[in-house]
């Protein structure tokens, strides 16, 4: 993307307060595609919008040694048996 010199500042700013219509916005969509600066605003203020979408969770799961185990060991047609049958 490259950044040009005809941004379109009343048609950035409409699209931001959703007062486009469908053509104004289609224009904005094809100005977006080559220039990086509005691009990013666009990108910043929907971020700043909607943070939750935007979160980065470092979930991690703790599996145990014996778990890793049972997870890599293929199980036998005649072993197979749920974890939840009653024997």
Excluded at 5 to 26: K, M, S, V, W, Y
Excluded at 48 to 55: D, G, L, S, T, V
Aim: charged share 30%; proline share 3%.
């Amino acid at each position: 993307m490259i950044t040009t010199n005809n941004c379109n500042r009343p048609l950035l700013a409409g699209f931001l307060t959703n007062q486009l219509d469908i053509d104004e916005r289609l224009e904005l969509f094809a100005h977006l595609e080559t220039c990086t600066r509005c691009w990013e605003e666009v990108y910043n203020a929907r971020k700043a919008e909607h943070p939750h979408y935007y979160k980065r969770t470092a979930r991690q799961v703790k599996i145990s040694a014996l778990e890793l185990k049972r997870l890599d060991t293929p199980v036998r047609e005649d072993e197979e048996q749920s974890e939840y049958q009653v024997a």
